[in-house]
């Protein structure tokens, strides 16, 4: 699943990703829209502008700004269940930065709470561990033994990258200061907070982890964290407003970079050398914006009805769901 460097040492490879012009990206020629699921809700229901999500064959659990948690049945579109518990009671969440799952469960990681909840797929609350030794929580994904978790404020004791057991307690560390280049505290004059998805699992014990701070991929294997690339702009685009990468992917040993510049999302398809496939403008008939990676799959959720223009009798359209499946 993972990228590989192929005969290039590891570590050692910078990549870069061009201004693609008037190019389109060729979204049917390296991916298959398996599923378009029209939402609908009255009332309450999620917005577009989402922080995070998870999806299994049957749901898509969507984490929006309002720190909403939506259950949607991708067979029929409805809403299902919601969750939006914000407060200091053993339940309640403080700020809901990012959300997960596995086979059994939902996860949800409070920044302003520094804890995990976890909910049964109905949302139903089973429990919370504390992570409070990490100054900053901001994104996580679940291992197969425990929990990685991204803290925006490494220091030279609890580094950028935590491992946890399932209670949430720390086995290792990973990109303290020291190892990051960064001399002292007295340097550090803010914190970007991440709230995007910056790891994708294999659920075998590999993470593939974003480090968005330079925009460095690092693997760990279950015990180690190595680095892989770096992945930067071209020369010409560097300094120029509005240039940086959202978020990367990784399957089938390949490597989907999706980035913004001038005209908006574009995306770099490299394979397993990195050696650039195929990069464009992500313009498609079908919208294709992912937001979240399980296995070889992709979610993308469109805006809502008034972008969309969709209209399904005896429903009210409120967003759209594409599931994609790498060829």
């Known amino acids: 699943m993972f990228v590989g460097c192929g005969k290039k040492n590891a570590g050692e490879v910078t990549v870069t990703f061009n201004d693609p012009g008037e190019k389109i990206f060729p979204v049917k020629v390296f991916f298959q829209l398996e599923k378009t699921v029209d939402v609908s809700g009255e009332g309450d229901y999620f917005m577009s502008d989402f922080r995070s999500a998870y999806f299994t064959d049957d749901y898509a659990f969507i984490l929006d700004v309002r720190q909403a948690v939506s259950k ?18 053993p339940k309640d969440y403080l700020n809901a930065m990012n959300l997960t799952g596995d086979d059994e ?48 404020a490494g220091n030279d004791s609890i580094g950028e990258f935590v491992v946890t057991d399932n209670q949430g ?40 982890c974003h480090r968005p701070q330079n925009d460095e991929l690092f ?7 190595s680095k892989q690339v770096r992945i930067k702009p071209e020369d010409d685009m560097l300094g120029k407003p509005g240039v940086y990468i959202r978020q990367i992917f ?9 980035y913004f510049y001038g005209k908006g ?63």
Not at 113 to 127: F, P, R
């Open 250 to 258: 990784s399957l089938n040993g390949k490597t989907l970079v999706n």
């Open 72 to 89: 949607v049945d991708l067979k029929t579109g409805d809403i299902v269940a919601q969750l939006h518990q914000i407060g200091r009671g």
């Open 219 to 225: 693997l760990y294997d279950g015990k180690n964290l």
């Open 169 to 208: 307690r720390k086995k290792a560390s990973f990109l303290q200061h020291e190892e990051s280049g960064m001399e002292d505290d007295d340097e550090m004059m803010f914190f970007v907070i991440n709230i995007g998805d910056y790891f994708i699992p294999d659920f075998h014990g590999k993470v593939l």
């Open 265 to 327: 999302a574009c995306y770099a398809y490299y394979d397993n050398n990195y050696n650039l496939i195929a990069e464009g403008l992500g313009v498609n008939e079908t919208p294709f914006f992912p937001v979240c990676q399980v296995g070889d799959r992709y979610m993308t959720v469109s805006m809502t009805d008034a972008e969309t223009e969709t209209e399904v009798p005896g429903k009210s359209v409120q967003a759209q769901i594409f599931i994609y499946k790498a060829k």
């Open 105 to 152: 469960h939902v996860y949800l990681l409070d920044l302003s709470g520094k804890s995990i909840h976890v909910y049964d797929y109905d949302l139903n609350h089973q429990a919370k561990f504390n992570v409070e030794y990490i100054p900053l929580p901001s994104s996580f994904t679940k291992l197969e033994d425990g929990f990685m978790i991204m803290n925006s």
